[in-house]
């Protein structure tokens, strides 16, 4: 007796936290959960833990032979071998084929991406690019990740790994990463690491210029508060922010003249600072481009929820 | 009465030449030639000129009915519109309907795309990347070209201006650029204009230091002169080509971040310093990488010659 299938399983599997939900046809988060993503040192384990929250939900939709499949979206996901590979903030080191391993606890078709990329899909399909063939998503979080669709498909490249445009260098012998090492990459300033690197950078150097951001402990200090501050008025948080939003815009500029996108997508915690990191980006971001390219790329925050992207996303990977 | 389509022509629109040739399915270019490409003030004049010198090559392989169409590539060549849009180097100006005006004059399909797309083409087809489907080519030349290959696809983007990694910024602030007047851009120091550049400002910088190319006139120093004095084992020219390869590095190194591609192609003039550029280059690229992308990417000389490439990509628009 075959069914009509009807819902996917979108995961999200972020550093700290893997959200998941329940995900019909046309886009609409059902049912979602969360777990966190670091307290299993086996694997399998986790992938227990998931089975357990999942079936409940799976069950209250109707069961499992409604669903199409299971969609995931993980740090340095493969979606040509289903494998997460060398990811350096998850828990599971090496290569992880955990798509593999889903098929078997669940019994349904599984498939994996990164999870940039699969933001980018949920974007694509029922964000504010729905429709558009060409654009880049730029997450601003933590660290910086990028989804790149072409011709409406996500660029994955030869081996998969495409898009990592947050380790694009864009000030050569620059901040070393924290974690990469690398110098001068565009995560190492343009995410909420970097604004609050920014500001300790500025405050050291500039110690005769009042700040309210003098008020906070250095190893308390994050973007939240620079933003609290820039608002209020204070000069170096809004420099940081002015800084923070040139240092993007140039990187955004290149990222143009390589693949002409019609609209560079912002998500992630930076972009409530809303014109602060807006208005400095897309100046920068012109200033650096051909005139051919010139007041042609819509520079836009999602309206999505981030996660809500990432799910949806996900969940598209079994649809096609 | 229909018969067999066995030729295309293609034609290589450059700043200085034009060259064409009648190419068979194979990809072989059974006769080519060239005229200026910046003699005609009127676009119709340098039209007729190429239709005059291309009947009579066309007639010699049996006539116009054997011929599939005509392939164009041109700076700023736009392959949805048919179209050069605000060619710098070309002498006319505005938005030229070249590829309607060849069907005119022609009576046959036409089909433009820009120069550099053309030469990666050509290269897919009948080069050293026949059956890669992620790559991306480089030409040094008097400036520095580029075409992106994702998936089999050139990509052309929304707009179909994509791919101008030459203009790339890889030096923040850097060397304007002698038209854009940007700062630090890939062209402004890996084309054989940035080599001459480079050379005068390290003669400049460093007056201590002897050199061969301090026998040279400034206003007649060219790429090649620092390309033998290198081989001569001059130190000031050896470092300029380790400069070169440094910048040129890093900046494939942020390419390979967003498209991960199985293979990087030169071409054009500076490659024919061999290792004196490829050395240092792949170098820097390796040394800017994220680990994953690590000693994957093949970096290498094209095999065909630039024009043969660039007429070959250009004749294989109007095969498929």
Redesign the interface.
Known sequence: MSQEKKYAVGIDIGGTTTKFGIVDAHGHILEQDRIPSNEHDDVQDFINDLHARLMPMMNKVGGINYFVGIGMGAP?GNIYTGTI??APNLKWKGIIPIAEQMEQKFGLPTRLTNDANAAAVGEMMYGCTKG???FITITLGTGVGSG?V??G?I???????????G??????GGRPHWS?G?KGSLEAYASATGVRDTAIEMLTKHPEVPSLLRNYRINELTSENVYECAMKGDKIANEIFEFTGQILG?SL???V??????AIVLFGGLTKAGNLILKPTREHMEA?L????KN?VKLIFSQLKESDAAILGASALVWE
């Open positions: 340095n590979e060398y558009m063939k060409h790149i072409i011709d498909k660029v994955v490249g030869h081996d998969g790994f495409a898009g990592e445009l380790h694009t260098i864009i000030r050569p990469t690398m140039e500029a290149n990222f003249m390589f693949s002409s996108p019609e650096n051909l005139p051919i390219f042609k």
